[in-house]
């Protein structure tokens, strides 16, 4: 009996370990649910409330078979039962689940996508080639158009100065790729008409993307054609002839104008070094032209001729027509934004010659402003009318052309294809206004409607490119003396020029829609329904 007691002291004795609880709710113990665990214990009372399974519910009443739509109830019916995945078993997506890839499988996708790649890669290198050598504005758009179409790679692109914008589209993704190309213009023919070379075989197909891509990077690293100590001396000669041909000067005002020149590009080359002085070279040089202009007004000099001339390769006429002809192409933002940089363009080297005109006169009080009667006669030239004998154009119009030939950076060879074209434009300009007396809208007309079919006709049966040549003869007829006689006739308030400035303004865009109505329908006759394979590079 001792022992007994004993041994139930010693159970009383040893504590019954206490439950552990729990510190936050993530230790909290969970029961799996089960159905056993809606049942009664034994021994226990039996609850009052139902189990859940067997409560009515309005969800189960909703989710019957006769809330359904009638044609949602029959292709239930219809549809095998699919397995329902859980969303945890989605992330744990098995190889076995799918069609097995094969290697080669693998090897066919990878060479497509890389095929697509290399075409995408090509005709960015090709816009940026476009934009770079000189490409019309409002060709670029269709060009890339066509080519892209040929390489079976659904692209947009929107053309803006200076800027496009090159949109890769996938329909079967759904995905996009935009690429903004910035690049500044500038004119190199040589490299231009390799480039329309190798976009009309690509066309055709006769070249891959790999030869294309390499040959693009060929024209690209080629040396310059011309050196660059040259600039000058292509100013002078452009300056010379023109002083002659269209503002009718005489020769000492084309050979003060040529020094003019040679200083006016020395100032270029000089401002692509020095950052600062590149926003503000031009008005600068011209300041000083306009200051020399009128100093040697007292030595007999005429002040037009000289303050015109001295830099008349760099008018901007050309950008008035292709601005022109962009807003006639339905190209509305691009044209609006060049035509206004070729009106602040001229008017801004107008107000820097008249204002170093105005410098001179401030420093100079015994300056006469009256003229003699060859300078009045100069104001007063055109086509027909000059101070030299008619005879010197047949040599002036090559000179202008020749310069504007190396300054356009076209190869030798076509030199006389393009000053023959050229030639051809001006003559038809001089037949109609001193022979025929035609009036201004058919002078605006007539003769850019000659250049531009002779170009087409040139490009249709040669094969080769015939912008270059097309675009000398514009330079002939582009109206830049008009805008910055416009410029000048604003700024200065000597009557030289007249009062005039607003209408030289105006007829600088009538001359615009001349020639752009000519070249159109120049090309109208000549592709009437367009080309099939390559796209047009022609103004």
Same mark, same amino acid.
């Given at each position: 009996?001792?022992?007994?007691?004993?041994?139930?002291?010693?159970?009383?004795?040893?504590?019954?370990?206490?439950?552990?609880?729990?510190?936050?709710?993530?230790?909290?113990?969970?029961?799996?649910?089960? /159905?056993?665990?809606?049942?009664?214990?034994?021994?226990?009372?039996?609850?009052?409330?139902?189990?859940?399974?067997?409560r009515?519910?309005?969800?189960?009443?909703?989710a019957?078979?006769?809330? +359904?739509?009638?044609?949602?109830q029959?292709?239930?019916?219809? !549809?095998?039962?699919?397995?329902?995945?859980?969303?945890?078993?989605?992330?744990?997506? !098995?190889?076995?689940?799918?069609?097995?890839?094969?290697?080669? #499988?693998?090897?066919?996708?990878?060479?497509?996508?890389?095929?697509?790649?290399?075409?995408?890669?090509?005709?960015?290198? +090709?816009?940026?080639?476009?934009?770079?050598?000189?490409?019309?504005?409002?060709?670029?758009?269709?060009? %890339?158009?066509?080519?892209?179409?040929?390489?079976?790679?659904?692209?947009?692109?929107i053309?803006?100065p200076?800027?496009?914008l090159?949109?890769?589209?996938?329909?079967?993704?759904?995905?996009?790729?935009?690429?903004?190309?910035?690049? /500044?213009?500038?004119?190199?023919?040589?490299?231009?008409?390799?480039?329309?070379?190798l976009?009309?075989?690509?066309?055709?197909?006769?070249?891959?993307? #790999?030869?294309?891509?390499?040959?693009?990077?060929?024209?690209?690293?080629q040396?310059?054609?011309?050196?660059? =100590?040259?600039?000058?001396f292509?100013?002078?000669?452009?300056?010379?002839?023109?002083?002659?041909?269209?503002?009718?000067?005489?020769?000492?005002?084309?050979?003060?104008?040529?020094? @003019?020149?040679?200083?006016?590009?020395?100032?270029?080359?000089?401002?692509?070094s020095?950052?600062?002085?590149?926003?503000? =070279?031009?008005?600068?040089?011209?300041?000083?032209?306009?200051?020399?202009?009128?100093?040697?007004?007292?030595?007999?000099?005429?002040?037009?001729?000289?303050?015109?001339?001295?830099?008349?390769?760099?008018?901007?006429?050309?950008? %008035?027509?292709?601005?022109?002809?962009? @807003?006639?192409?339905?190209? +509305?933002?691009?044209?609006?934004?060049?035509?206004?940089?070729?009106?602040i363009?001229?008017?801004?080297? &107008?107000? &820097?010659?008249? $204002?170093g005109?105005?410098?001179?006169?401030?420093?100079?009080? #015994? !300056?006469?402003?009256?003229?003699?009667?060859?300078?009045?006669?100069?104001?007063?030239?055109?086509?027909c009318?000059?101070?030299v004998?008619?005879?010197?154009?047949?040599? %002036?119009?090559?000179?202008?052309? $020749?310069?504007?030939?190396?300054?356009?950076?076209?190869?030798?060879p076509? =030199?006389?294809? %393009?000053? @023959?074209?050229?030639?051809?434009?001006? !003559?038809?300009?001089?037949?109609?206004s001193? =022979?025929?007396?035609?009036? /201004?809208?058919?002078?605006?007309?007539?003769?850019?409607?000659?250049?531009?079919?002779?170009?087409?006709?040139?490009?249709?049966?040669?094969?080769?490119?015939?912008?270059?040549?097309?675009?000398?003869?514009?330079?002939?007829?582009?109206?830049?003396?008009?805008?910055?006689?416009?410029?000048?006739?604003l700024?200065? /308030?000597?009557?030289?020029?007249?009062?005039?400035?607003a209408?030289?303004?105006?007829? $600088?865009?009538?001359?615009?829609? &001349?020639?752009?109505?000519?070249?159109?329908?120049?090309?109208?006759?000549?592709?009437?329904?367009g080309?099939?394979?390559t796209?047009l590079l022609?103004?």
């Open positions: 009996m001792f022992f007994f007691k004993k041994k139930k002291e010693r159970r009383s004795l040893t504590l019954k370990p206490k439950k552990k609880r729990p510190v936050s709710l993530i230790d909290f113990p969970i029961k799996a649910a089960s /159905t056993d665990s809606l049942l009664p214990e034994p021994g226990t009372k039996k609850s009052l409330r139902p189990p859940l399974a067997s009515p519910s309005w969800l189960s009443e909703v019957s078979n006769k809330h +359904l739509v009638p044609t949602l029959k292709r239930k019916k219809n !549809t095998p039962a699919q397995s329902r995945r859980n969303s945890n078993d989605s992330m744990f997506t !098995t190889a076995s689940q799918f069609e097995p890839i094969t290697l080669e #499988d693998r090897i066919q996708i990878t060479f497509e996508i890389a095929n697509i790649l290399q075409k995408q890669e090509f005709l960015r290198k +090709l816009c940026r080639s476009l934009m770079l050598y000189g490409c019309p504005a409002h060709r670029i758009e269709h060009a %890339m158009h066509r080519v892209s179409r040929t390489l079976s790679v659904e692209a947009e692109y053309y803006m200076s800027v496009m090159v949109t890769f589209m996938d329909s079967t993704t759904h995905t996009t790729e935009t690429h903004f190309i910035r690049q /500044t213009q500038t004119f190199e023919m040589h490299r231009l008409s390799d480039i329309y070379r976009e009309k075989l690509v066309s055709h197909g006769e070249v891959s993307v #790999d030869e294309a891509l390499e040959f693009i990077d060929k024209v690209y690293n040396p310059p054609l011309y050196p660059i =100590w040259i600039s000058p292509v100013y002078a000669v452009a300056a010379f002839a023109g002083c002659i041909l269209f503002f009718g000067g005489r020769w000492q005002e084309a050979g003060v104008s040529a020094a @003019l020149g040679i200083f006016f590009a020395t100032n270029e080359l000089f401002s692509r020095v950052s600062s002085f590149q926003p503000i =070279w031009e008005i600068t040089v011209c300041i000083m032209i306009g200051f020399v202009a009128r100093g040697l007004t007292k030595y007999g000099f005429c002040f037009t001729p000289i303050a015109f001339s001295s830099f008349i390769i760099v008018l901007p006429g050309y950008p %008035m027509a292709v601005a022109v002809i962009e @807003l006639v192409s339905r190209q +509305l933002v691009s044209g609006v934004v060049r035509m206004v940089y070729a009106i363009f001229s008017f801004l080297l &107008g107000y &820097g010659v008249s $204002m005109s105005e410098l001179y006169i401030a420093i100079d009080k #015994d !300056t006469s402003l009256i003229q003699s009667e060859a300078c009045n006669l100069a104001n007063n030239a055109t086509t009318i000059s101070s004998s008619p005879w010197f154009k047949f040599l %002036m119009v090559p000179m202008f052309a $020749m310069a504007f030939c190396v300054f356009l950076k076209a190869r030798l076509r =030199w006389p294809i %393009m000053g @023959l074209v050229a030639a051809f434009g001006y !003559t038809i300009n001089y037949s109609l001193c =022979w025929a007396h035609a009036p /201004t809208q058919i002078l605006q007309v007539v003769p850019a409607f000659g250049l531009g079919l002779v170009g087409n006709l040139l490009s249709k049966f040669t094969g080769q490119m015939s912008f270059d040549a097309v675009l000398i003869g514009v330079f002939y007829l582009v109206p830049s003396n008009l805008g910055l006689k416009a410029a000048i006739g700024f200065s /308030t000597s009557e030289e020029v007249g009062n005039q400035g209408g030289f303004a105006l007829a $600088m865009i009538e001359s615009s829609i &001349g020639i752009t109505l000519g070249l159109f329908l120049a090309t109208l006759i000549v592709y009437p329904k080309t099939q394979h796209p022609n103004l």
